[in-house]
Nanobody, 123 residues
Framework: QVQLVESGGGLVQHGGSLRLSCAAS????????MAWFRQAPGKEREFVAT???????YYLDSVKRRFTISRDNAKNTVYLQMNSLKPEDTAVYFC?????????????????WGQGTQVTVSS
């Protein structure tokens, strides 16, 4: 049984920082790409960032140079460091594990999802 548990969300002011964590269990973590998605109220879920099993990363244009995705295979954990946060970053953030070692920007490329963690950025 694959489980993904996110943590680290919260309320932060415009320009602040947060680090999200996602602890994975139930599969060989190092063999699979991981990703972060987000869903704002009234909007569809959107891709944020992905990291392949080899450490290659890819980001949504609007978060480049502000967000950094990383992974610690020894801890079975993926992180999302978010800096210079903006009110438009407010959303529920979900981590997901890919169907392979390669990351994708489409959610169809992922087969297991966490329950999400709320990030709220005040203006």
């Amino acid at each position: 049984q694959v489980q993904l548990v996110e943590s680290g969300g919260g309320l932060v002011q415009h320009g602040g920082s947060l680090r999200l964590s996602c602890a994975a269990s139930g599969r060989t973590f190092s063999s699979y790409a991981m990703a972060w998605f987000r869903q704002a109220p009234g909007k569809e879920r959107e891709f944020v960032a992905t990291i392949s099993r080899y450490g290659n990363t890819y980001y949504l244009d609007s978060v480049k140079r502000r967000f950094t995705i990383s992974r610690d295979n020894a801890k079975n954990t993926v992180y999302l460091q978010m800096n210079s946060l903006k009110p438009e970053d407010t959303a529920v953030y979900f981590c997901a594990t890919a169907r392979s070692g390669i990351g994708y920007s489409r959610d169809s490329g992922y087969d297991y999802w966490g329950q999400g963690t709320q990030v709220t950025v005040s203006s």
